[in-house]
């Protein structure tokens, strides 16, 4: 089978690996050369992912059997419709169901209509004086989220990164006058505190076949402190639950991602790709932060290698509606992914700096090697504004997958930086004990 891969960066690095384990060939569509996915393809065309008809053209050249879209921005501006209409199926859901991620508004709207379980508090504003007015009676702290797009860097929480309620109203001001993420709307919502966690789905439109859970980190340094980024690193457990998660609770969050899309079902617009749910257990329960309409990166990273099922026989699955029919089977083992991004990351980062990256040492020490947003040029790698390389770890336990993670560090030299903590045994304890304070345990 021909698959058309779109995206550039680690999260489609391993998705392209996974569908070459499933014999596929590979074409690829990246706008700077990732040289992982260079390599794995049979042709790379390099062009903006959002450049939907010049993708389609090229694809239909190729004659590919299928396209499986890795980021967000071009299932928003209808991707996967364009390439239908061309006769080519895709995994990943069409532009109005890829409203799940696209607009917070929308999710928020849809959890509300059908009365979901593990909803919060919220309200959307288009105007910061009425926000202001709602705020003075609401005696509670808050978090504030732009509507649209801004590659997960937009939240921003009370108490963390906004001091007071001036920090909160001047951020709701930014959004509003910048249309920081593409809208002038915002979203307030009450704020939760408790453990969060990721949990990814393959859906059909219908049914749903969960994968192990995950637990990303999105602040830029260690000890969790610093500004938001896209993820610095993560980790699952052997059994397919998190040190702080239990059999009921994993379950109870498959039930709700469950019932979005039976929601999406009824409103006409089915959801068909990878699901991306981010729940955190809270005192009031399990809530719903955000959904995705794909794979979280580093999410992808720790579950593509233990899928032990044909991921090309899942994706026909998703694409031909019969998901009910197959199955998801994952390894038994824990991974660690730990990002090595250029330094300034979070703030600004430093652009066009070589890496040098020793591939042999790498595969020596154990670990798989993700490239992400790199440029490759005359065989040497180069940074670009987002993150640059990602390692992981898989064996028995989370801790001996994180020394694998961590040896393979050393083999990456640059201006770079990463999170060390990132599955360490502190970390992981700090985790558990929070979960256990708040549960009263
Ligand atoms: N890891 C966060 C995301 O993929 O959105």
Redesign the pocket.
């Known amino acids: 089978m021909k698959v058309l891969s779109v995206g550039g960066g680690a ?1 489609e690095h391993a998705i392209v690996k996974a569908l070459v384990k499933s014999n596929t060939e590979i074409y690829s569509v990246m706008k700077n050369r990732n040289p992982g996915i260079a390599k794995l393809s049979k042709d790379t065309l390099y062009e903006k992912e959002t450049e939907v008809e010049k993708v389609t053209e090229w694809a239909k050249s190729k004659g590919v059997d299928f396209a499986f879209i890795g980021p967000e921005a071009p299932l928003g501006v209808g991707i996967v419709d364009e390439l239908e209409k061309s006769g080519i199926p895709s995994v990943g859901p069409s532009k109005s169901a890829s409203q799940i991620e696209i607009s917070k508004q929308y999710m928020r709207d849809l959890m509300a209509k059908h009365n979901l379980p593990g909803m919060v508090d919220y309200r959307v504003f288009d105007n910061v004086s009425e926000a202001e007015t709602f705020l003075k009676d609401y005696n509670k702290e808050v978090v504030v989220k732009p509507i649209g797009l801004t590659g ?1 860097k937009g939240v921003k929480i009370m108490g963390e990164h906004l001091l007071n309620m001036e920090g909160v109203l001047d951020y709701c001001r930014e959004i509003n006058e910048n249309k920081i993420g593409g809208s002038s709307s915002f979203v307030i919502e009450e704020k939760m505190v408790g453990e969060e966690l ?1 949990l990814q789905a393959f859906c059909d439109g219908s049914h749903l076949l969960p994968m192990p859970a995950v637990q ?1 980190h ?1 602040r830029a340094y260690e000890g969790d402190i610093g500004p938001n980024t ?2 610095m690193g ?1 980790y699952s457990q052997e059994d397919g639950l998190l040190p702080f998660l239990t059999k009921e609770e994993y379950d109870n969050c498959v039930d709700i991602m469950q019932s979005i899309i039976d929601a999406m079902k009824e409103e006409g617009t089915p959801y068909k790709g990878i699901l ?1 749910g ?1 729940f955190i257990l809270t005192t009031k329960g399990l809530k719903v932060l ?1 959904c ?1 309409a ?6 992808a990273m720790n579950v593509l290698p233990l899928l032990t099922s044909d991921f090309a026989e899942i994706c026909s699955g998703i694409i031909d509606g019969n998901l009910a029919s197959k199955k998801a089977m994952f390894a038994n083992k824990a991974s660690v992914c730990k990002y090595i991004v250029p330094k300034g990351y979070g703030v600004e980062s430093l652009v066009g700096e070589k890496v040098v990256v020793d591939e042999a040492e790498i595969e020596n020490s154990g670990a798989e090697l993700f490239f992400a947003s790199v440029n490759q040029r005359d065989d040497q790698i180069y940074t670009t504004s987002s993150r640059s390389l990602a390692v992981v770890g898989i064996d028995d336990s989370i801790f001996d997958a994180e020394k694998i993670a961590e040896n393979a560090l050393s083999h990456v030299k640059g201006n770079v930086f990463m999170r060390h903590d990132i599955g360490k045994k502190e970390l992981i304890e700090k985790r558990i004990e929070h979960m256990k304070e708040l549960r009263g345990e």
């Open positions: 999260r997960g990721t990303d999105k896209g993820g993560s991306y981010q955000e995705n794909r794979f979280g990166d580093p999410e």
